[in-house]
Structures are given as structure tokens and as C-alpha cells.
């Protein structure tokens, strides 16, 4: 799907022209370890809750940003982050989206979906930002393939037991 | 949420069409009446509402559906030990009035409720206002099935016990084990299972393998015939297998995860042939999908003469109806998360494409993996999780999976396995879960998960101290079945016996319901054949080897006439395994377990089935 003119100009992209850190939010980056996650948002968030290995945690004064989500791979390094906007905050700008006409979108008015995906270093990483034309609900970044290693394991084991 | 719930629209559907009638048109005559704990006589009201009534959601006050309001005066310690029973009756046993009754208004939960069905005289539920307290409650009586020759008489009054729904006659079930032949269904861990009411197959999936079962009853017990039905599809790889059969058009679904896209085939005959879809609906990496489907949720009359908005987003969100391939009647729904959230994708044409995925609740809401969708007779969607803020939770959609409420399970404790979900014909929701202690439980809703009753350990006749596993299926609306794995042995029994070595014996049970919940008849379905011996680890891909042969979940479903199918997998097979678990002294840890996967169908051979409309005609082996 092409962007439309309508999106072109919809206030959250603002944030995403230019450089950017594509491998940050809030900041935390991919691969870090479970402890650095902890020191950094110990500082500004408090620590709600964890479910397999996903580590929610709600920002104590952030006009803005609600929570972040960080899920963590096997050996405790992040796979994806995610970011969720206060509803009556500002507009999230999802900097890992990068470069707008590399932008892909999907869905329909008032459940759009965007994404860019990009290599670096033999490595893919995918950007994703949800919301309407005027706001978005939340902002992720993930290596491609790091949320399915636990599978990737499974299966292994799915056929290591059958033997 | 877009819509609001069903006792609201009643509400709704009240005050708008107060303005055309009077309101005493709507009620029961009298329309309410006041009881006292010190209460002798009964309090009497009739009705004669007319119609054809699937539950509460379709059926219009006044004139298919009747209110009293019932006023339980004095405070709740004046009913300590005290119950108001309330009864609807009628003379013809093919009529049917149902009763729900609702607290504060009609808006209100449902507290209590009764939908036993045809044949029968009466329907009757009761309230404990020393629990749920005193003031207002709303009788809704809602014709079923009944003409204009038809009516019914109410009655409320105090009693030291509860009113007993009638039950029909009960015949405690029996079940058989199907094993496929050796070489075939070995490699089957979490299998899932659908029922082809239209051929009578029984379809099943587990890893990488697709089988059809099919039963010749021309003999007593039925001979089982089993048949690979392997797609290339989705027979390549495996990261989560699924199965869903529509039973209403026969269409069977697999779906297995594939890196970071989802790959799905169909079958329009039970296996023979396979058909491509897109495979989900969710853009970027997948985990732990589901795949179910049901009616469409449709816009009644009155919901569209009162907020056309809702309806033209349900009829938006219908079936297709210019495709190419046919019209496909029901909605198919795709569920799974990613990055923290998790999505549900409907498909309109049948399974073939479907849209870009809804949020349903992020990790905040409730924990990342969910149970299995399954879909009411009215197009509402469930979701089971078995960790929502505190306890088990329901994920609910009434606009054909467009926006989601999250409904805790109240009295519930998140436990380990995910829950199941069963939907009765009328809307009645049974939830199955694991509780924190282990103990499988049952509870029911009659609003959507607003609120709950009927809080059931169904283990207890056996003593079972641990549960895993938990499905549910239903068929009329006061009836279901809730299969699970359980161990009379306490301890850590779904850990990963690190901190201790867990001992025990696993056997498949079922329990089965025909008086919406109230009451469960446990029976274990796999007896002298133990499932698994020791640990059963729900702790994903932490587990260490050996105790996670049975992978996450099992499944259950029921043919047309109301038997129960459920499927598992079962790790203790070779004739060393069933020996040492049939010995009370020996230990029955994972180095006396085998650690197979051999998937194994329990099929009811006899006893009352889910079904009502059969009990003249008895199951046969």
C-alpha cells in the first residue's frame, strides 16, 4: 500500500525525517542485557510486571509515554521494545521508522499499521507503529527473527523428544 | 468498545420504545413485587411474551421478553442461610421460557440464570442476598420457544436451600481411548481437534502431522479408521500447529508458525485437497497464534432503529458477499502477539485473506500468550488468558473483532495453563482454567464476562491436587464438558523439578454439566492408562528435557449428535509405563515417564450428550 498524501502530513511523522537512532526507545536498544534495562528505567519508570520474559514498566512522570514493554531473548538480551503513548499526551514520533518514503502501511482509518524494515550489519530489524492518521498508540522495534527464537528452541525440542 | 453490552441494549431498547408504548406493555403482570426475609407466601407474576428467543441478545421487552423487578428488601445478614428462589413455569413441554436475573436493572449483571431447554416444564435460579446483597433485581424472562397459546407463571420465594434447576436424566458418560496405528500421530505434542458435522470426520492436528479419523458405527464399539492428511503447506515446519473445523461448512483449518508470517491451508473435504490462505493478518513476527470462527455478529432491528453507527460497522464487517468463491457465512478469526501486544485479524471470505490485525490488550492488560478463540451463536468473540491483573481473564469482542474488552474472572487465581472457553447454544460461557493452586476449576457467565457464578473445582471427586491443560466445549446452553490433565498428587507438578522431583500419575478427566454449571459429573476418561508420569512443565522453553513432551495445550470438541471428542497427548505408553503408573508404590517421576508423543483421541461412548434433542436416543459404544 502506498502512503496517501492524507498520511504524508499527519503530525506523528514529524519526528521520523532525518537521523535517527533506530535501535533505541526511551533508551533502551536492542541487545542490551536485562541489567542495563533495569538500571536505565529504573530511573524514570517503575517496574509493573514480567510474563515470559517481558518486562512491563510504567514511566512515573512522562507527560507522554505511558509504559514501555521490553521483551528479552533467551540469554536476557532485548528482542523488541515497545513504547505506548498516553492517550491525552503528545503524539508519539516513532524515530525507528526512519526515513518516511521507506515507510510501509497497512490497515484502514483509525487502525493503520506502519512499518519499515531495514538490514544492517547482516542483521534485519523491523520498526512498528500503530494508530490513526492523527495518532499513534504505539511505537516497537525488533530484530526480525529474535521473537521467534524461543520457537526456533521449541521446535527443536519438539523433535528432539520425539526421537 | 463500540457496542455496548447486551443488558445494556435492553436498557436501551426500554426507554426508546417507551416512548411509543407504555411501559406496563413491557412488563410481567404484576410488574414487580417485594419480598422479606420472614417472607412465607410466595410472589406471584405471569407473562405470555411470543417467540423464538436465542438468549437474551435478540429478544425485544414486551414483546418476546418479559421483566418483573423484584425488590429483596431488609439487609443481607437477614438472609444469612436464606436463598430467594425464583421459578418460571408453563404447561407445554416443547414451549421454553428462559430466566436471567439481573442485579440493580436490567442493565445489570447477570447473577443467576436458567436455560435447561426442551423438554421441560420450568426453569428456576436462585439468589443469595446474604452474598450478593439486597435491593433491586430484574427478573428477565425471555420466550425461547413459545407461541401465543403460551404463557408462564413467576414465582419468587425465600427458602433455607437453593432452587435446583431441573436436570434430565443423567447417564454418567463413558469414554474410549483411539490410538492411531504405530507410525502415525507419534510425534504430537499440544494437538488440536475439529469435528465435521456435515461428514462425521474428526480431524485433528499435533507438530507436523494432519489426521483424519473416521468411525464406523455399523459396529459396537465403532471401528476407528485413521488417515494422514498432510498438507505441503503446513506439514514443512513447525512452530505452533493449530487446527479449526467450522463444523457448520466442514472447512478445517491448519496453521503453523513460520519465522516471522504465519502459513494456513483449508480443506473443503476433510483433507483430501488443501487450499492456500494468506496465512494471518499480522504484519510483523508472530507467537503462540490461534485460529476459530462463528456466526457474524449481526445488527438486530432494534439496534438499528436505535444507533444505526454500530450496525453499519457489523454489516462493514460481515461476510463478503461479491467473492468470487462463494459467500463464506462465518467469520474465521486469527489471534496472536508480538512486541507486546496481542492482535486478532478477522476474515471475511472464509479464511482465504484476512485484515490487518486489531489490538485485543497489550502486556499491561493481561500476560502475552492467550488460550483459543472460540465464537458465540450471537458473533460474540472470545478470548481466555489465563493472566489478567490479578486473576484469570476473558478477552471479548461484539463488533466482529474490531475493538476488545477485557473482563476479569472473578474468584479466579491466574494459574499456568491457559484457559478454554465453551460458548452453549444460548450464549451461556463456561470458563475451564488451572487455578494458583493447581485445582481445575469451572466457572459461568450469562453476560459476556461481566460477571460470573458457579465457581467449581471439579476435581474434587478425585482428589486432584493438580491440573493441567484445561479445554472446554459446550452444546445446549446449560450444557458442557471440561477436559483436563490431573494428578491426586500435590507438589510441583507443572514445574520443572528443580526444586524438587515431582511424583505422580496423570490421567485424562472429563467433566461434564447439563444444568449450566451448577453441578459437574467427573469421570476419568483414561483410566488404568496413565497420560504422563511426574512432571508436566509449563514453563515454555525453560523446561528441561524430558518434561515438556507434552508441549502446551490439548483440545476438545463435540460431533453433531453431542459426543464428546478431546484429543492429547500421551506420554506414558510402552506396557513398562502403565505398569509402574498403575502401582500404587512404585515412584512415578519423569525417569519412569517415556516421554512420548502419541497422540491419543478420547471419544464418549455412552452416557448423555451435550445435546438434549438426543436423550431419546442414547449414545452407543
Known sequence: ?163 | MMFQREGVSHGLAVVALSLFFPLAGFAATPASGSIQATSTAPITWSGSPVGTNNGESTCVDGTTCDVFTLTIAGSPNDYINKFVNVSVSWAVAVDEYDLYIHQGSITGPVIASSTVGTPGTSNAASVSPNVTGTGVYVMHIVASSATAASSYQGSAVVGTSPANPPQATFRAPSYQNLKPPTGVGENSGEPSIGANWNTGSIMSTAVLDTLQLTLDTSTSPATPTWTVRDNTITSTTSLDPILYTDHVTGRTFVSQLAGTTSLMAYTDNDGITWNPTQGGGIASGVDHQTVGGGPFRECTALQAQLNPEPCAILTARGPITNNPLGVYPNAVYYASQDIGLAQMALSQDGGITFEVAHPMYTLEQCGGLHGHVKVGADGTVFVPNKSCSGSQGLVVSQDNGLTFTVQAVTGSTPGSSDPSVGVGAKGRVYFGYTDGSGHPKIEVSDDNGVSWHYNQDVGVPFGIQNSAFPEVVAGDNDRAAFFFLGTPQSGPATGDDTTGIFSGVWHGYIATTINGGKNWKTVDASPNDPVQLGVVCTFGTTCPAGTRNLLDFNDITTDKYGRVYAVYTDGCVSADCITTGNSSTAPHTKAQNDGATKQTVIRQATGTSLFSRYDSTPLKP
Not at chain 1, 538500571?39 to 514511566?59: I, P, R, T
Not at chain 1, 508519539?92 to 502501511?105: A, E, M, T, W
Open chain 1, 1 to 163: 500500500m502506498q502512503l496517501s498524501a492524507a498520511i504524508l502530513t499527519m503530525g506523528m511523522l514529524a519526528g521520523i525525517q532525518g537521523d535517527r537512532d533506530a535501535t533505541q526507545l526511551q533508551g533502551i536498544r536492542l541487545e542490551m542485557t536485562k541489567d542495563q534495562v533495569h538500571k536505565v528505567l529504573g530511573q524514570v519508570a517503575d517496574y509493573k510486571l514480567q510474563d515470559e520474559n517481558q518486562e512491563v514498566w510504567v514511566f512515573r512522570s512522562d507527560p507522554n509515554i505511558r509504559s514501555i514493554i521490553v521483551g528479552f531473548a533467551p540469554d536476557n538480551r532485548v528482542r523488541y521494545i515497545t513504547e505506548i503513548a498516553k492517550p491525552d499526551g503528545r503524539p508519539l514520533s516513532c524515530r525507528p521508522l526512519g526515513n518516511i518514503k521507506n515507510v510501509q502501511v497497512a490497515g484502514t482509518a483509525g487502525n493503520y499499521v506502519f512499518t519499515h524494515s531495514w538490514k544492517e550489519h547482516h542483521e534485519e530489524f523491523v520498526a512498528t507503529a500503530r494508530g490513526t492518521t492523527k495518532r499513534l498508540a504505539s511505537c516497537s522495534v525488533k530484530k526480525a527473527g529474535a521473537g521467534i527464537e524461543n520457537e526456533e528452541e521449541e521446535e527443536r525440542q519438539r523433535h528432539g523428544v520425539a526421537k
